[in-house]
């Protein structure tokens, strides 16, 4: 089975820096997504690890430890519009299955 | 540039009432899903298939049946609804195991 865990909830100023955790158990993992989910709308893909690391892609990053079952979304320069909730989810065999997700609040 | 196409938008079922959610995809992918969203519970899923005639059960499958006859269409059934069914619907599909998803607008569901 599956077993991924988040924050449910965090709350960070404009401009500041973020980093939000997920951590999980899961038989045949492959890699790790994180999504992006405004209210009200449908995820929309940030970033995929497969490999440990940090991947850096513009103000987002994500990082990967295989060996921890660990991962986090490091958001830098906080924006207003990066209130929203981030799902972490984690690839099986033919399956993607998420966490609860950790919902954001961003505040002036 | 579709993506990815749920209908209805919003549905309101009265218990025992049966319809059928539509998926449509025009990105040529073999993966497609459906999943159920509800407060504090995250993204579950209810069946998936991994290509055209097959599908598979997910998380939480019962009371719910799929069909994939073509590729581009995955059709999600409630047989006879009840208030637990009562969720935000999203389909998904991608081009294979390890990529990322592509997802509907979602469908708002409500059995009275």
């Known amino acids: 089975g599956q077993n991924i865990d988040q924050p449910t909830e965090m709350t960070a100023t404009e401009g500041a820096i973020v980093q939000i955790n997920c951590t999980y158990q899961?038989?045949?993992?492959?890699?790790l997504f994180w999504y992006q989910q405004h209210a009200g709308e449908a995820p929309t893909f940030l970033s995929y690890?497969?490999?440990?690391g940090l991947e850096e892609k513009g103000r987002f990053s994500s990082f990967l430890s295989r060996s921890k079952g660990y991962s986090y979304l490091l958001l830098k320069e906080l924006q207003m519009k990066d209130s929203a909730s981030y799902l972490c989810?984690?690839?099986?065999?033919?399956?993607?299955?998420f966490g609860t997700g950790t919902r954001l609040t961003v505040i002036p | 540039n579709a993506g990815v196409t749920q209908t209805p938008k919003f549905r309101v079922l009265k218990t025992g009432q049966s319809m059928t959610l539509l998926c449509a995809q025009d990105?040529?992918?073999?993966?497609m899903y459906w999943y159920r969203q509800d407060p504090g519970m995250g993204l579950r899923l209810i069946h998936y298939?991994?290509?055209?005639?097959?599908?598979a059960k997910g998380e939480v499958p019962d009371g719910y049946n799929v069909s994939r006859l073509k590729k581009q269409n995955f059709l999600l059934g409630l047989e006879s609804a009840a208030p637990s069914q009562t969720s935000v619907y999203f389909c998904?599909?991608?081009?294979?195991?390890?990529?990322?998803?592509?997802f509907g607008s979602g469908t708002q569901l409500s059995v009275l």
């Open positions: 298939s991994v290509g055209e005639g097959t599908t």
């Open positions: 990105m040529n992918h073999e993966y």
């Open positions: 989810a984690v690839t099986g065999a033919n399956n993607l299955f």
């Open positions: 690890n497969v490999l440990d």
């Open positions: 899961t038989s045949g993992f492959n890699g």
């Open positions: 998904a599909s991608t081009s294979g195991g390890g990529e990322k998803l592509f």
